[in-house]
T-cell receptor
Framework: GNSVTQMEGPVTLSEEAFLTINCTYT??????LFWYVQYPGEGLQLLLKATKADDKGSNKGFEATYRKETTSFHLEKGSVQVSDSAVYFC?????????????FGQGTELSVKP | DAGVTQSPTHLIKTRGQQVTLRCSPKSGHDTVSWYQQALGQGPQFIFQ???????QRGNFPDRFSGHQFPNYSSELNVNALLLGDSALYLC?????????FGQGTRLTVV
């Protein structure tokens, strides 16, 4: 079945460092890909999305490119802030016509130190 | 515009009891999904409701059931609670590709 694999955390960075969180997926068909962020004690917030190959999703300085050839959707940010500390989830959607069910990775905890 | 709202925020139940969790979707959204998030894990899909019917179901036992009302709000019911049912239960509403999540209900089974 479809699945998502993320790099394990926790990831600890200093403020203004470059961030990469790796995400690879296994899917049949043409899924949409998402990054969600979860702050302590809260639900999930959509960070960015890409609905087809070579699309680049971006938001709040974060970027990810849908790479079909490597089945990857790595999250990057050029300069992290303390406020970016959270758990990040990569997810795929099996497609609107398949019900749009989301399959999540296990999450990567990011801690940014001043 | 209120987002997805869930109630209650926290709940403690005894093993063997039954529980009902509630969700109101974002305005204009007609599809509601429920997810279970165990501590330190990613959310797992339970089921999805559209037009008051269960449209898709994940790998969860029949103890997990749900309902969607004409106003698109939804309930998740869990019978015969087990200690392993302790988790954060998330509701998501959707219209199109993007799903919006509520804050979740933290269920603790003792």
């Amino acid at each position: 079945g479809n699945s998502v694999t993320q790099m394990e955390g926790p990831v600890t960075l200093s403020e203004e460092a470059f961030l990469t969180i790796n995400c690879t997926y296994t899917a049949t068909g043409y899924p949409s890909l998402f990054w969600y962020v979860q702050y302590p004690g809260e639900g999930l917030q959509l960070l960015l999305k890409a609905t087809k190959a070579d699309d680049k999703g971006s938001n709040k300085g974060f970027e990810a490119t849908y790479r079909k050839e490597t089945t990857s959707f790595h999250l990057e940010k050029g300069s992290v802030q303390v406020s970016d500390s959270a758990v990040y989830f990569c997810a795929l959607s099996e497609g609107y016509n398949q019900g749009g069910k989301l399959i999540f990775g296990q999450g990567t905890e990011l801690s940014v130190k001043p | 515009d209120a987002g997805v709202t869930q109630s209650p925020t926290h709940l403690i139940k005894t093993r063997g009891q039954q529980v009902t969790l509630r969700c109101s979707p974002k305005s204009g959204h007609d599809t509601v999904s429920w997810y279970q998030q165990a501590l330190g894990q990613g959310p797992q899909f339970i089921f999805q409701y559209y037009e008051e019917e269960e449209r898709q179901r994940g790998n969860f036992p029949d103890r997990f059931s749900g309902h969607q009302f004409p106003n698109y709000s939804s309930e998740l019911n869990v019978n015969a609670l087990l200690l392993g049912d302790s988790a954060l239960y998330l509701c998501a509403s959707r219209k199109g590709y993007e799903a919006f999540f509520g804050q979740g209900t933290r269920l603790t089974v003792v």
